[in-house]
């Protein structure tokens, strides 16, 4: 739960500096890295009331969040880069929870 809520921050952060810096060539890393927020902010929620299709959206948050750390880890920005490891660390962490 806690990597998903590190990760929804961290893609928080990226998507408002990359609006800042070039928002029409970062289009598709700002998109994704919101998206990739509110997944995990739902993902975290779910598993806080142990939620009935927590594991279903564990699976979804795992996708997403792999989609995104794929894309930011190809910017050279440092916000990139950090969102890109919160990313991989909450895709892990959510295949960890899918799988136990």
Known sequence: MQACYECAVACDQCAAACLQENASRMKHCI???TD???VCRLCAALLARDG???NA???LCAQVCDACARLCST???EHCQ???GACLGCT???R???EA
Do not use: G, K, R
Request: proline share 0%; aromatic share 4%; charged share 10%.
């Open 57 to 59: 959206l564990c699976t």
């Open 36 to 38: 990739c927020a509110a």
């Open 31 to 33: 998109a994704l890295c």
């Open 52 to 54: 009935e299709f927590a």
């Open 75 to 77: 910017h050279d920005a």
């Open 92 to 94: 892990l962490a959510c």
């Open 82 to 84: 950090v969102c890109a």
């Open 96 to 98: 960890d929870m899918v």
